[in-house]
């Protein structure tokens, strides 16, 4: 994925002077910056052959993704936007997914040429920004893209297609406007040392007083340390049925290195590193430990180890993980994972092959339930989509942009639900 790129404008424009008069020592300042926030989104197109012929205006559509606050999806037209262009083109649109009020955005649009030459083909509004400005989408279903993105006898015979598969990149910069302030002098605070120090206090064993025997092996710690740090400790050695002398407890049903990765994440407040837990010979993979490390947080009640082991299995799902992250986010009361679960596995282009993993098995075995909530979840996204698509053909705004297909000149042209046009010229 390429870089993202910042734009700025204007950034030391809006300098104001105020509180002052002849004679007065009195003065005070702001400065309002302007600067895009940016992010971007890979959409691939497997199958294209495939996708030809489903007609003028049939688009296949991109899953969201979330930029500056809104959300958005990549819509390609194997056919072409518009009967009139009699399917020479190929057309693509970035669109505005969630309701937004007049949201100023910056686009880039890039046909990735999958060779190593990189010669991708880029249309980017970016580089227009000073002249243009950034475009205005004031509802959700506005739209912003080219209706001659390129025509599709050349692009069929090009380096972009590969294996009859087509990769699109979109980058996104919504505007924001901040008023910023004069900062007075100020001291830099190192961070806290705290997690170190504690680390290193467990490392020496200095002031053990408790052993734990987790299978084969044993770890030491601090009784005070664990108890202020997890409620189950505390009540184990400091409550009314708990035995503050006790020196050794025997841990059943947790392996042993996630075992000692809880006790680094309890000492240091760290998420723990996967080499210092499990050495250079990995006994699973990322996924499983985190898994199986998540499970044993919400054993001990270790809240935020929980979210921290969410956040991390939020970004490692497949559709060879997806099944069994699911059956353990239900088992372990994980709303905000079970939900990216559900609606990553009910998306059309991914549940076929959720349906075939092993851990699909797994899944109908330990949470038959999920597969009611899935098959919900799935037609939930049918819907919506259904919906995007109604709103979009009756009451949206589209920002379209035919570009000549010998690389010439560009017409931007841009039409609003009121029906004017605007021509410019680049």
């Given at each position: 994925?390429p870089?993202?790129?910042?734009?700025?404008?204007?950034?030391?424009?809006?300098?104001?002077?105020?509180?002052?008069?002849?004679?007065?020592d009195?003065?005070?300042?702001?400065?309002?910056?302007?600067?895009?926030?940016?992010?971007?989104?890979?959409?691939?197109?497997?199958?294209?052959?495939?996708?030809?012929?489903?007609?003028?205006?049939?688009?296949?559509?991109?899953?969201?993704?979330?930029?500056?606050?809104?959300?958005?999806?990549?819509?390609?037209?194997?056919?072409?936007?518009?009967?009139?262009?009699?399917?020479?083109y190929?057309?693509?649109f970035?669109?505005?997914?969630?309701?937004?009020?007049?949201?100023?955005?910056?686009?880039?649009?890039?046909?990735?040429?999958?060779?190593?030459?990189?010669?991708?083909?880029?249309?980017?509004?970016?580089?227009?920004?000073?002249?243009?400005?950034?475009?205005?989408?004031?509802?959700?279903?506005?739209?912003?893209?080219?209706?001659?993105?390129?025509?599709?006898?050349?692009?069929?015979?090009?380096?972009?297609?590969?294996?009859?598969?087509?990769?699109l990149?979109?980058?996104?910069?919504?505007?924001?406007?901040?008023?910023?302030?004069?900062?007075?002098?100020?001291?830099?605070?190192?961070?806290?040392?705290?997690?170190?120090?504690?680390?290193?206090?467990?490392?020496?064993?200095?002031?053990?007083?408790?052993?734990?025997?987790?299978?084969?092996?044993?770890?030491?710690?601090?009784?005070?340390?664990?108890?202020?740090?997890?409620?189950?400790?505390?009540?184990?050695?400091?409550?009314?049925?708990?035995?503050?002398?006790?020196?050794?407890?025997?841990?059943?049903?947790?392996?042993?290195?996630?075992?000692?990765?809880?006790?680094?994440?309890?000492y240091?407040?760290?998420?723990?590193?996967?080499?210092?837990?499990?050495?250079?010979?990995?006994?699973?993979?990322?996924?499983?430990?985190?898994?199986?490390?998540?499970?044993?947080?919400?054993?001990?009640?270790?809240?935020?180890?929980?979210?921290?082991?969410?956040?991390?299995?939020?970004?490692?799902?497949?559709?060879?993980?997806?099944?069994?992250?699911?059956?353990?986010?239900?088992?372990?009361?994980?709303?905000?994972?079970?939900?990216?679960?559900?609606?990553?596995?009910?998306?059309?282009?991914?549940?076929?092959?959720?349906?075939?993993?092993?851990?699909?098995?797994?899944l109908?075995?330990?949470?038959?339930?999920?597969?009611?909530?899935?098959?919900?979840?799935?037609?939930?996204?049918?819907?919506?989509?259904?919906?995007?698509?109604?709103r979009?053909?009756?009451?949206?705004?589209?920002?379209?942009?035919?570009?000549?297909?010998?690389?010439?000149?560009?017409?931007?042209e841009?039409?609003n639900?009121?029906?004017?046009?605007?021509?410019?010229?680049?």
């Open positions: 994925m870089p993202i790129r910042k734009h700025s404008r204007g950034a030391k424009s809006g300098e104001s002077m105020g509180n002052s008069k002849p004679g007065s009195q003065e005070s300042c702001s400065r309002s910056i302007s600067e895009t926030v940016n992010g971007s989104h890979r959409f691939t197109i497997k199958g294209y052959s495939l996708a030809k012929g489903m007609g003028a205006g049939k688009y296949l559509m991109s899953d969201t993704f979330a930029v500056g606050g809104y959300d958005w999806a990549i819509y390609f037209y194997p056919d072409g936007k518009n009967p009139e262009d009699s399917n020479a190929v057309s693509v970035i669109a505005l997914v969630s309701e937004g009020t007049d949201v100023r955005a910056l686009f880039e649009l890039t046909l990735v040429d999958q060779t190593d030459s990189g010669k991708d083909k880029v249309h980017s509004h970016f580089d227009r920004a000073l002249e243009g400005g950034p475009y205005t989408l004031k509802y959700r279903g506005s739209m912003w893209g080219y209706k001659k993105f390129f025509r599709r006898s050349l692009l069929e015979t090009s380096e972009f297609l590969k294996d009859d598969c087509l990769v990149n979109c980058t996104v910069g919504v505007v924001r406007t901040r008023l910023e302030q004069p900062k007075q002098f100020t001291i830099t605070v190192p961070s806290s040392d705290m997690g170190r120090d504690l680390k290193d206090f467990l490392d020496s064993e200095a002031g053990c007083d408790i052993v734990f025997q987790v299978g084969d092996e044993q770890f030491k710690a601090h009784k005070l340390i664990l108890a202020a740090r997890s409620r189950v400790f505390r009540a184990q050695f400091y409550g009314l049925v708990g035995d503050c002398n006790v020196h050794k407890v025997v841990v059943e049903d947790v392996e042993p290195f996630i075992f000692k990765a809880m006790l680094l994440f309890i240091t407040d760290k998420f723990p590193d996967i080499h210092e837990v499990m050495g250079s010979s990995p006994l699973c993979t990322f996924t499983v430990m985190v898994q199986h490390l998540l499970a044993a947080a919400d054993l001990y009640n270790l809240d935020r180890l929980k979210l921290l082991c969410e956040s991390k299995l939020c970004k490692e799902i497949t559709t060879e993980t997806v099944a069994t992250t699911l059956a353990l986010a239900e088992q372990h009361q994980c709303r905000q994972l079970k939900d990216v679960c559900l609606k990553f596995a009910a998306n059309p282009s991914n549940l076929g092959a959720v349906m075939q993993s092993d851990g699909y098995k797994h109908e075995e330990s949470c038959p339930s999920m597969l009611v909530e899935l098959l919900e979840t799935f037609a939930s996204v049918d819907d919506n989509s259904s919906l995007l698509s109604s979009k053909r009756s009451g949206s705004s589209i920002y379209g942009l035919d570009l000549p297909a010998d690389g010439g000149g560009t017409v931007a841009s039409a639900p009121n029906g004017r046009r605007v021509r410019r010229r680049y």
